[in-house]
């Protein structure tokens, strides 16, 4: 503890707190709240000249080439960086001359004063996810969509033309979506519109319990999973009922997968088919019988 009180008695400007934060996603996601995203220009830095070390790249002066999502007059603005404790990139991570596209937020006023001149008026960038790209000959490399995809397509996934980009700000969630499945053809493992049992899942797990004896006073405390993998087709019918493969299921269980697996099978035309954009698309699933939580609060569980 003394050597931190000795270092903010010499070096005054640091702040020991470190940044925490998750990843907000891909390119296209961090793009739905940004309050400005724009191809900018990096035109000159914004230095601090601090007492007691020597200038520091605070921000940049950045041109605005095109705005493709958010409202600005000005042509020219700030943005600003990590000044040492904040989750943002630092500046030399954008060189002079280099072009971008970026989703920005709002600027704000820091209490150490003495380190920025950031205020509301001007743009800050975050590090949690992906927020900015560079381009390069109308191009653009990076994580723009997610990467729960095929290695096959990894370039495909990571390359795309800004015109393509352009379009993907304008309807994020269709270029989100769907991702694809790698194990089965033509199949995907998330979409807009998920498929569902007709009459809800707490009816089919109600169902399960009946039609399989399970008395929930006994599983109160149970914290065994089911795992069953199956496809709903584009017609809502279940082909390829089975045990999942990338789930491990415990001995104490495993009376209930067969019988699990057979109920399904003689429920297999009653589920609405998955969509995306109102088109019926063929999604596997993989469906949970959580013991536990499915069972309490059943018969004064």
């Avoid at 702040?15 to 900018?40: H, M, Q, R, V």
Wanted: net charge neutral; hydrophobic share 35%.
């Amino acid at each position: 503890m003394r050597y931190a009180i000795l270092l903010i008695m010499i070096f005054p400007w640091i702040n020991l707190e470190a940044c925490d934060c998750g990843s907000a996603g891909p390119f296209l996601k961090t793009s739905k709240k940004a309050k400005l995203t724009a191809i900018i220009r990096v035109n000159n830095y914004i230095v601090k000249n601090l007492q007691y070390r020597d200038s520091m790249k605070v921000g940049i002066n950045a041109e605005i080439i095109e705005i493709l999502k958010g409202k600005e007059v000005k042509t020219e603005i700030r943005i600003f960086g990590d000044k040492g404790n904040l989750c943002r990139p630092y500046i030399e991570t954008f060189p002079l001359g280099t072009t971008w596209v970026i989703n920005l937020s709002q600027g704000w006023e820091h209490e150490e004063s003495n380190l920025t001149t950031e205020s509301e008026d001007d743009y800050s960038i975050s590090n949690c996810g992906e927020y900015f790209l560079p381009i390069e000959n109308k191009v653009i490399k990076g994580s723009i969509i997610d990467s729960d995809i095929c290695w096959e397509e990894t370039e495909k996934l990571y390359t795309w033309s800004l015109n393509k980009l352009k379009k993907g700000i304008k309807n994020p969630e269709k270029y989100l979506l769907p991702q694809k499945s790698c194990s089965y053809e033509d199949t995907y493992i998330k979409v807009s519109q998920m498929p569902t049992f007709k009459y809800g899942i707490d009816s089919l797990n109600n169902l399960i319990i009946e039609q399989l004896n399970i008395e929930p006073k006994r599983f109160k405390k149970y914290t065994e999973s089911i795992y069953i993998d199956f496809i709903v087709e584009k017609n809502g019918t279940l082909t390829g009922i089975k045990e999942s493969d990338s789930k491990y299921q415990t001995e104490s269980v495993e009376k209930y997968i067969n019988p699990m697996i057979d109920l399904l099978t003689n429920l297999k035309n009653q589920w609405i088919p998955g969509k995306h954009f109102g088109k019926p698309i063929r999604v596997i699933l993989t469906y949970k019988f959580d013991f536990l939580e499915i069972c309490k609060g059943k018969n004064g569980g």
